[in-house]
């Protein structure tokens, strides 16, 4: 996957994450964001409006009260990260790694949702970088 490609099919994709993100189109840093933003969509769902934000461009639990739509966006999410780490391009899986990987360790829920969301192979993958034994 092109860099610039992967900028444009997150913004695309994720609507409220466009919206609400001002930084720079750099992969590094939008996806960097956008793990910040999945750790506190993951924290809204599963702890209830209660934890910490990690992703500083928006109050997010305004825009995430019903809790259908947070499970969509969950659900969205995993996926999005699944599809990207299948297509087995290095330099995006070094993002993943870097970027989304890295903010979902700092979440113990992540790990359910990955084994419920993730492919096989893009699960152990998660628990290989995150050095999650279980």
Do not use: W
């Amino acid at each position: 996957m092109i860099m610039n490609s992967a900028v444009h099919k997150l913004k695309e994709s994720f609507p409220v994450f466009n919206e609400t993100y001002d930084g720079e189109d750099d992969v590094y840093l939008m996806y960097g964001a956008f793990g910040s933003f999945s750790l506190d969509v993951i924290n809204i769902y599963m702890l209830d409006f209660t934890s910490p934000q990690n992703y500083f461009y928006c109050d997010l639990k305004k825009r995430y009260r019903d809790a259908g739509l947070v499970e969509s966006e969950i659900n969205k999410i995993f996926l999005f990260i699944d599809k990207i780490f299948l297509l087995n391009d290095e330099a995006m899986n070094d993002v993943l790694n870097t970027c989304i990987f890295e903010a979902l360790m700092g979440n113990d829920y992540s790990y359910n949702l990955s084994r419920k969301y993730f492919s096989k192979d893009t699960y152990n993958h998660y628990l290989e970088v995150t050095k999650r034994v279980i």
